[in-house]
Each structure stands twice: as structure tokens, then as C-alpha cells.
């Protein structure tokens, strides 16, 4: 029996959006573009591009496949992508996903993204972020303390400026098994199996909600996830109080980052 979308949601933070909402019934979940670096190799495939291209081969997974191969071949494409632009793999843009495959009865994740089964989090492994994170909100706290105003924090992210080596750093260890962080993404680089996070579904009927990065929690449904973020943004417009986070609500912007949010049935899967 099929995947049943029951609610999904996709709102980019500003006029663009990297983010994708993946509505088969074989294959469901999100794709999550990388927000744009300064020192991204010029002339290459956009996150959005590369989001978007990995969600249409994951639309045409159907049968017995294996995650790893998946992800083996959804990172043969975007190598090929680079190359076409003469970017070496891991200089561009990247993606994270995580989808339910209907036919494999499991959830696949490689990067970040939330995930509930049955309203139970599935928490994400460290993936390095959060100590990039606590690094600008102590910036961006010191300079509060220092008198800087709010407004002038959320027209230029002083933090996030100064946290970019360590943003740097993140991508040249994604897919590297070098630390304790399990730093992964979809980004023309093979990556390390054990970063291809793949659950069980359970043989009963359950639900799944995946979002994206620009939920700070995900929610069971998309009411709360909204209400949750609305709060969040009022009490905490720099994204610097806990858990903390790499970039702000700027001013002009809709929310810190794009969001996509999508609640799934799981029907009982059928007796052999």
C-alpha cells in the first residue's frame, strides 16, 4: 500500500527557496539544499539546483533498493553535475535528504533533518554544526553586551561572519570520516556508509513527520511545528539562545532559513 501525505508545507526564507518536498507514493520526504558560501566554486550548481535534481532521482526509486546504493547513485549524479562545470567534487554546493522509501519499509537520512515515527524523535547524530553555532552566538552576544543593537545584528550577521573558517571547515570534512562529527550531504563525494543513517519502519501502521533544518524542533503536525518556529523567532531573533543556530532572522526575511515540513502515513505492511 502507498505512502498517504497527509499535510506538507514549503516556504523559502526569502524569494528563493533550496528546500524540496518529495510527495510519491513510493518515495516521500525532503531535500535540502546548502544555503550559498562565499567561497563556493563560481558558476556551479546551485543548492537549489542540486536539491532539486536529487529529488527527482529519488521520485523514480520504486522496488527493492538498498540505501546505500541510492545514495551512491544520487552522488554519482551530482559529481557529474560539478565536472559539467569543472568543479571538483565537494567545492560546490550540496544537499541533505531524508525521505520514507515505501518499498524498503525505512527511512533514509544523510545530513541533517527532523524526523518523528510515531511522534518519537529519531535525534540526528553530531554533525559539528552546533559547536559552529555556540561560536556565533557568543560573538553575537558579546557584541550585544558590547552595545550593539539588535537591528544592526539582523541587517549584517557580524556572527555568522565571524564563524565562516569554521563553516569552511565543516565542508571540507563533510563525508570524511576524520572526527567525531558525522558531517554528510549529497555533495558529488562518496559518502561513508555509516553516515547513511537508514531506520526501520515499524510493520504496523505509524506516522513519520520529516522537516527540514528550518524548523528548530520538529512538531507533529504543522500547526505546532509553525506555532513553535513563530515563538522561537519572537523571543529569539539572532537565533543565539538554546539550541543556538548558524545563522539569524534577518531583517526582511520571512525566517532564519527556508522550511519544509511534510506529515506521512505509513500504512501495515502486508503479510507475506
Request: aromatic fraction near 4%; charge should be negative; proline fraction near 7%.
Given at each position: 500500500?502507498?505512502?498517504?501525505?497527509?499535510?506538507?508545507?514549503?516556504?523559502?526564507?526569502?524569494?528563493?527557496?533550496?528546500?524540496?518536498?518529495?510527495?510519491?507514493?513510493?518515495?516521500?520526504?525532503?531535500?535540502?539544499?546548502?544555503?550559498?558560501?562565499?567561497?563556493?566554486?563560481?558558476?556551479?550548481?546551485?543548492?537549489?539546483?542540486?536539491?532539486?535534481?536529487?529529488?527527482?532521482?529519488?521520485?523514480?526509486?520504486?522496488?527493492?533498493?538498498?540505501?546505500?546504493?541510492?545514495?551512491?547513485?544520487?552522488?554519482?549524479?551530482?559529481?557529474?553535475?560539478?565536472?559539467?562545470?569543472?568543479?571538483?567534487?565537494?567545492?560546490?554546493?550540496?544537499a541533505?535528504?531524508?525521505?520514507?522509501?515505501?518499498?524498503?519499509?525505512?527511512?533514509?537520512?544523510?545530513?541533517?533533518?527532523?524526523?518523528?515515527?510515531?511522534?518519537?524523535?529519531?535525534?540526528?547524530?553530531?554533525?559539528?554544526?552546533?559547536?559552529?553555532?555556540?561560536?556565533?552566538?557568543?560573538?553575537?552576544?558579546?557584541?550585544?553586551?558590547?552595545?550593539?543593537?539588535?537591528?544592526?545584528?539582523?541587517?549584517?550577521?557580524?556572527?555568522?561572519?565571524?564563524v565562516?573558517?569554521?563553516?569552511?571547515?565543516?565542508?571540507?570534512?563533510?563525508?570524511?570520516?576524520?572526527?567525531?562529527?558525522?558531517?554528510?550531504?549529497?555533495?558529488?563525494?562518496?559518502?561513508?556508509?555509516?553516515?547513511v543513517?537508514?531506520?526501520?519502519?515499524?510493520?504496523?501502521?505509524?506516522?513519520?513527520?520529516?522537516?527540514s533544518?528550518?524548523?528548530?524542533?520538529?512538531?507533529?503536525?504543522?500547526?505546532?511545528?509553525?506555532?513553535?518556529?513563530?515563538?522561537?523567532?519572537?523571543?529569539?531573533?539572532?537565533?543565539?539562545?538554546?539550541?543556538?543556530?548558524?545563522?539569524?532572522?534577518?531583517?526582511?526575511?520571512?525566517?532564519?532559513?527556508?522550511?519544509?515540513?511534510?506529515?506521512?502515513?505509513?500504512p501495515?505492511?502486508?503479510?507475506?
Amino acid at each position: 500500500m502507498p505512502i498517504t501525505v497527509i499535510e506538507s508545507f514549503i516556504r523559502g526564507a526569502g524569494d528563493e527557496c533550496a528546500d524540496v518536498v518529495i510527495e510519491t507514493p513510493e518515495v516521500a520526504g525532503i531535500v535540502d539544499g546548502a544555503t550559498a558560501k562565499p567561497w563556493d566554486a563560481p558558476g556551479g550548481p546551485s543548492g537549489q539546483r542540486i536539491a532539486g535534481e536529487v529529488a527527482d532521482l529519488l521520485r523514480s526509486l520504486s522496488g527493492n533498493v538498498v540505501a546505500r546504493d541510492a545514495v551512491a547513485h544520487l552522488t554519482r549524479h551530482v559529481a557529474a553535475l560539478l565536472d559539467s562545470a569543472s568543479i571538483a567534487p565537494g567545492q560546490g554546493s550540496a544537499a541533505a535528504l531524508a525521505v520514507v522509501h515505501c518499498g524498503a519499509r525505512q527511512l533514509w537520512r544523510v545530513g541533517e533533518a527532523g524526523v518523528l515515527v510515531d511522534e518519537q524523535a529519531l535525534p540526528g547524530r553530531s554533525s559539528g554544526e552546533e559547536v559552529v553555532a555556540r561560536a556565533r552566538a557568543l560573538v553575537l552576544h558579546t557584541l550585544l553586551a558590547d552595545g550593539a543593537s539588535l537591528d544592526d545584528l539582523r541587517t549584517k550577521d557580524a556572527g555568522r561572519e565571524a564563524v565562516y573558517p569554521l563553516l569552511r571547515s565543516l565542508v571540507a570534512v563533510r563525508n570524511r570520516v576524520v572526527s567525531t562529527y558525522v558531517n554528510a550531504a549529497i555533495d558529488g563525494r562518496p559518502v561513508p556508509e555509516t553516515f547513511v543513517e537508514v531506520v526501520d519502519l515499524p510493520r504496523t501502521a505509524c506516522e513519520v513527520v520529516i522537516t527540514s533544518d528550518g524548523y528548530p524542533e520538529p512538531a507533529p503536525t504543522l500547526a505546532d511545528a509553525e506555532a513553535r518556529l513563530r515563538a522561537r523567532l519572537d523571543r529569539d531573533p539572532l537565533m543565539i539562545h538554546e539550541p543556538p543556530a548558524t545563522k539569524g532572522w534577518m531583517l526582511g526575511k520571512g525566517s532564519f532559513d527556508d522550511r519544509s515540513y511534510v506529515r506521512l502515513s505509513i500504512p501495515a505492511a502486508e503479510l507475506a
